[in-house]
C-alpha cells in the first residue's frame, strides 16, 4: 500500500507501539488521526513528530464508548478534508497476573471490551468507508499470547485470540477487495503497556505477559517494532509477526502446541509463582 498521503486513523496513538506507528507514518508522508483515552498522550505524539504535526489530528475518546467510534469518521473527515484510507487498531490493555480462577468476572469484562470490542468498533464504524476508497487498509493487533497461552494472562490471550480470528475472517471476507487486511502479532516489546493497565503479579512486582519473556529474550526496542508494522502495511503483508520471540511462538504453535503449552506455564512459575 502506498503511504504517502493516505490518511490512517491509529487506535492507542497516545503512547507505545501506537505512538511509534504513527511517527513513522507521518514521517513517510501520511496524515494520521490519532485516538487515544490520553489527550495528553496525543498531544505528545503531535509534539514529538515536528513539523509533522500538521498532519496529525487529536481524538481524544474510549475506544468502548460505542458511540463516539461511531462518530468518528465524521470527526476525522472532517478535520482532514477527506475520508480515511486505514484504521490501524493498536490500543489495548493487559490485566493483573493471575489464573482465571482467581480473576473477577468484572477483570475479565474489562479485558475483552477494551480489546475485543475496541477493535470491532472501529472495524464497524470504518469499513463502509474504506470500501469506497481506492485502496485501503485494516490492520487489527492480536498478540503472541494468541498464539500459545501464557498462564496468568488467560483473558488478556483470550481477547488477542478473538481477535485473531475476527480479522481472519475480515481477510477471508475482503479478498478481492480494495482492503488491505493484516494482523500482527507483537512479542516483547520495549512499551510501557505494564503501567499504563496497572497491573501487577501475585507478589505485588509489575509484569505483563511479554514481561514472562523478557529474562530469556531482550524486548525489542519500539522504533524496531514500528518499522516492521510500517513495513507490513507498505508490502501488504498478512500475518505479521514483531520479534523473535512472536516467531518461536507462531512455530511452536504448528509444530507441538501441548508440549509447548506445558513448557510455557513452568516458565511462567519460574519466574513469578504462579
Known amino acids: 500500500m502506498q503511504i504517502t498521503g493516505k490518511l490512517f486513523v491509529i487506535t492507542g496513538a497516545g503512547n507505545g507501539m501506537g505512538r511509534e ?16 483515552l490520553s489527550e495528553e498522550g496525543l498531544a505528545q505524539t503531535k509534539v514529538l513528530s515536528g513539523s509533522n504535526g500538521e498532519r496529525f489530528s487529536i481524538h481524544a475518546m474510549s475506544i468502548t464508548d460505542r458511540s463516539a467510534i461511531e462518530a468518528l469518521p465524521a470527526q476525522v473527515e472532517e478535520a482532514h478534508g477527506a475520508p480515511a484510507d486505514g484504521i490501524i ?91 488491505q487486511v493484516s494482523l500482527v502479532f507483537p512479542g516483547a516489546i520495549a512499551t510501557n503497556i505494564t503501567g499504563n493497565s ?36 507498505e508490502s501488504g503483508k498478512y500475518r505479521v509477526m514483531v520479534g523473535k520471540d512472536a516467531k518461536t511462538f507462531d512455530v511452536l504453535s504448528r509444530v507441538s502446541p501441548t508440549k509447548s503449552i506445558r513448557q510455557i506455564a513452568k516458565k511462567v512459575a519460574e519466574a513469578i509463582g504462579i
Request: glycine content about 12%; proline content about 5%; aromatic content about 6%.
Open 21 to 36: 506507528t504513527a511517527l513513522q507514518l507521518l514521517a513517510k508522508g501520511a496524515r494520521v488521526a490519532g485516538v487515544d
Open 89 to 179: 487498531n493498536i490500543a489495548g490493555i493487559i490485566h493483573r497476573f493471575a489464573k482465571v480462577v482467581d480473576l473477577s468476572i468484572e477483570e475479565i469484562e474489562k479485558v475483552m471490551t477494551v480489546n475485543y470490542w475496541g477493535t470491532v468498533y472501529p472495524v464497524k464504524a470504518f469499513l463502509p468507508g474504506l470500501l469506497e476508497r481506492p485502496e485501503a487498509l485494516i490492520m487489527n493487533f492480536a498478540s503472541m499470547g494468541a498464539l500459545l497461552p501464557v498462564p496468568g494472562q488467560g483473558a488478556y490471550g483470550s481477547s488477542k485470540g478473538a481477535i485473531r480470528l475476527f480479522t481472519d475472517t475480515l481477510y477471508a471476507e475482503l479478498d478481492g477487495t480494495n482492503v
Open 198 to 233: 496497572g497491573v501487577s503479579t501475585p507478589g505485588g512486582k509489575t509484569a505483563s505477559a511479554e514481561d514472562v519473556k523478557k529474562s530469556a529474550m531482550k524486548p525489542m526496542d519500539v522504533k524496531d517494532a514500528g518499522a516492521i508494522i510500517v513495513g507490513a502495511i
